[in-house]
């Protein structure tokens, strides 16, 4: 059989290799229009940033090392720019000219292209994306010759990698964001954490404004924003977004939605003897069920191994599980990752659910170096199926999501997370592990023991409820809710009649500093007839989601 891979890196080379493992008389030909077959895209911000010193580290194998290994016929600088599945041949754009190539089984793995937004200005030489080691290699050279400012054009992963890079590097930074944060897929509360880390690093965040222009200035250029400031700029990162780079396939007639190519549950195209795989395809989310491509390394490499067993093992072959965008991203001292659906997904996808916040710490207390975790884990309302989780901190983030999408992929509720066996020791957990009191929480939520209210509702519950600050005075002094009764938790039971008094019939809405003692509060509360909720997260969530308001707000005592 005669298997051709057009694409490399990630899901191509991944097809390729399970391929010879599982067919050693198999011919096997990867297509690569660039230089280089199989690098760690992902390491690319790190060789800029300096982390990284030697760009031969970013060279995960070459063609010779692929061929004396493998033995995979791997051809560089080969563009595939045609498709005819009745021949069952591709047009080729090679060093020596335009060739045809045949095959038995095809594999797309096209990979995706920066999206370059319509602004004047975009073609600058200053202006570049970080998606190959020749970028890389030229943002480098930049940085070596000089430069001062830098603009990073998008504040998603690759966005902020980069500008912690350049940071790290020396620069002046500024991020320009359309978005109204940083991290779009991340929620709000939490993205407010990272865009306070990133001014730590004394990165500038443009958030909610476009760039509209680029402009040449003093022998550099300057980036214009929609709200007539300008910035200027000795590089440009260009991180707006990719896209299915499928144009030559579509218009062989390869079946696309939105630019991305569909496929079967083992990555079959709509051509005969065609198979796809990586960011040019378009996946299943495994949460919302909404059509998307997912643009990462993971669920690539793991797609092109089981494509291999498809075309080679088709009785044996697994189907290619629909992706729940696990992703992690290191800002600073913080670490922010996520898994499944965010709020957002969740509503378009008119699903019901519930929201949890929690902040506990991601080792023992009393144990040195202990700090919180910032997390948020959203549930089915109906029977708390898991339905994605959210992080932000300084350590322990990537356990707890990855346990979190290990518990979303086995399809656990809730409520089965406080019984999961994780390892306990003073320096790494805590007896009740985060991803168990998130159980915990979710269960209470569930079978009402605990009610919940939400932070973007405050000024509604302002309105028409008494809100009770279970915090002791010295933390109410810090910043409070003006208005809100303060009693501490401990002091409640003696003091109802005060609450009853204060409240004359209205609701009662409870907060503290992260959950804990307003939980507490809580049941005290209703056990003696209060309609009573809780501030999911308490006053740490509060902040995070107010955000810039918070200060003006907050009334700060003497």
């Known amino acids: 059989m005669k298997i051709v891979i057009v694409g490399g890196v990630a899901g191509g080379m991944s097809c390729a290799a399970r391929a010879r493992r599982l067919d050693e008389a198999a011919e096997i030909v990867v297509l690569e229009r660039g230089e280089h077959v199989s690098f760690a895209n992902c390491g690319l911000p790190y060789y800029v940033g300096g982390e990284i010193t030697d760009p031969g580290a970013l060279l995960v194998q070459t063609p010779a090392s692929l061929r004396a290994a493998l033995d995979l016929d791997v051809r560089t600088r080969h563009d595939v720019t045609g498709l005819d599945a009745d021949r069952k041949v591709v047009t080729v754009n090679t060093p020596d000219g335009v060739a045809e190539l045949d095959y038995d089984a095809l594999v797309l793995a096209p990979g995706a292209r920066a999206v370059v937004p319509p602004i ?59 978005a109204p944060h940083v991290l779009p897929p991340l929620e709000s509360e939490l993205a407010t954490l990272v865009t306070a880390e990133l001014a730590a690093l004394g990165i500038d965040v443009r958030a909610g404004v476009a760039a509209t222009a680029i402009e040449p200035e003093g022998g550099r250029d300057a980036v214009v924003l929609a709200d007539g400031s300008r910035v200027p700029a000795d590089l440009i990162v260009l991180s707006v977004g990719v896209r299915p780079d499928t144009a030559a396939f579509e218009a062989a007639g390869v079946a696309c939605e939105r630019g991305a190519m569909l496929v079967d549950a083992h990555g079959r195209t709509s051509l005969e003897g065609v198979w796809a795989v990586g960011d040019a395809t378009a996946s299943v989310d495994a949460v919302t069920e909404a059509v998307r491509p997912v643009a990462l390394a993971g669920p690539a490499n793991r797609a092109g191994r089981l494509v291999a067993d498809a075309i080679l093992r088709p009785e044996q072959a697994r189907p290619i599980p629909a992706p729940l965008g696990t992703a992690i991203v290191r800002v600073g001292s913080l670490t922010a990752a996520l898994t499944g659906a965010n709020r957002a997904a969740l509503d378009a996808a008119g699903l019901e659910y519930v929201t949890l916040h929690l902040h506990p710490n991601q080792h023992a207390g009393y144990y040195p170096g202990a700090t919180q975790i910032h997390l948020v884990v959203d549930v089915r309302a109906q029977d708390g199926l898991l339905l994605g989780a959210q992080a932000v901190g300084t350590d322990g983030v990537d356990k707890r999501i990855d346990v979190l999408a290990t518990a979303m992929r086995g399809g656990l509720s809730v409520t089965d997370l406080i019984d999961l066996d994780l390892s306990y020791s003073p320096p790494y957990g805590q007896a009740k592990d985060p991803v168990n009191l998130a159980g915990m929480v979710g269960e209470n939520v569930l079978n009402q023991t605990l009610r919940l209210w939400y932070a973007e509702d405050l000024d509604a519950v302002r309105e028409e409820t008494l809100l009770l600050d279970a915090r002791s005075a010295t933390e109410v002094a810090t910043g409070a809710i003006p208005g809100a009764l303060n009693i501490p938790h401990t002091q409640l039971r003696e003091r109802l009649d005060e609450v009853r008094a204060a409240a004359g019939g209205r609701p009662v809405r409870v907060l503290c500093a992260s959950g804990v003692r307003s939980a507490i509060a809580h049941r005290v509360l209703t056990q003696a007839g209060f309609d009573s909720a809780s501030l999911s997260g308490g006053m740490l969530t509060l902040r995070a989601t107010l955000g810039d308001r918070a200060t003006a707000l907050l009334a700060v005592g003497a």
């Open 120 to 178: 004047p200005g975009i073609d600058s030489p200053r202006v570049r994306t970080l998606r190959t080691v020749d970028d890389a290699l030229a943002l480098r050279d930049g940085v070596e010759a000089g430069a001062r400012d830098a603009v990073v054009l998008g504040a998603g992963f690759i966005g902020l990698e980069a500008a912690e890079a350049l940071a790290h590097q020396g620069l002046n930074v500024t991020i320009v964001e359309l």
